[in-house]
């Protein structure tokens, strides 16, 4: 897979998952119904739905400092819904697909890799 291609398939599933946090759907026909729903309250426009779906997630997610071994005082700060998004948003904005790429990537073990604390806001 390019780099292109991974960053695509990233960015999309980030997308996906940020609007399932927001409507939590229990079935895709849920989903599909929810996203209809939420397109009619733009107008149809589905551009519109997802930029609000997206803000309206990013806003409720918590926020979580994440670093590399040794490298605490320059970590990134990221909004996410678990630690575990949040690693793998940080992997992401590393040039990774997700967390558990950039391990394979680098050959970490037991105890190797990001660290993360969840920021109290």
């Known amino acids: 897979m390019s780099d292109s291609q991974r960053a695509a398939s990233a ?3 980030a997308k996906q998952i940020q609007v399932q946090a927001l ?4 079935t895709e026909k849920d989903l599909a119904a929810a996203w209809e729903y939420l397109k009619r309250q733009f107008g149809g426009s589905g ?3 997802l930029a609000w779906a997206v ?3 990013k806003n409720s997610m918590d ?6 071994d040794g490298e605490e005082d320059s970590g990134l700060r990221i909004k996410a819904v678990t630690m575990a ?4 948003e940080a992997a992401f904005q590393l040039g ?4 558990a790429d950039m391990a394979q990537e680098h050959d970490w073990e037991n105890g190797e890799g990001l660290n993360v604390k ?3 806001t």
């Open 96 to 99: 990774f697909i997700d967390y």
């Open 85 to 88: 998004g949040a690693l793998d």
């Open 63 to 68: 926020l979580f400092y994440v670093w590399r």
């Open 23 to 26: 409507i939590n759907p229990d």
């Open 47 to 49: 551009k519109k739905a």
């Open 11 to 13: 960015k999309y599933r």
């Open 55 to 57: 803000s309206h997630a």
């Open 118 to 120: 969840k920021i109290n």
